[in-house]
């Protein structure tokens, strides 16, 4: 992509290939069948492409999040399994068990 005019503060006239402008509108390549015609006039929305990978982004930080927490009370119920076990199986008061 290239910025090839300047229109005023916040609008520039770009040059981009078919395949770049395809892959703003979040489709793989020109030859996506998702792709709407690429024609003068045709409006690209960057922002909505923009928001769908920055919601991805922040729903995969919060999956890693999610995977330690589950993780940690994993190594949790593994410590206490065995405790717990003893305490049910061998009819122990829990203060003796502590």
């Given at each position: 992509m290239k910025i090839i005019g300047i229109v005023d503060n916040d609008h520039l006239i770009i040059?981009?290939?078919k395949d770049?402008?395809?892959?703003?509108c979040g489709c793989y390549s020109k030859h996506d069948s998702d792709l709407p015609p690429l024609k003068v006039g045709t409006i690209?929305?960057?922002?909505t492409s923009?928001?769908?990978?920055?919601?991805?982004?922040?729903?995969q930080s919060e999956l890693e999040s999610a995977s330690k927490t589950?993780?940690?009370?994993a190594n949790l119920i593994h410590t206490a399994d065995p405790l717990i076990k003893r305490m049910v199986h061998q009819d122990i008061p829990e203060e003796e068990v502590i």
């Open positions: 040059e981009a290939s770049e402008l395809a892959n703003v690209v929305s960057v922002h923009y928001d769908v990978v920055r919601r991805m982004s922040m729903a589950l993780h940690s009370v």
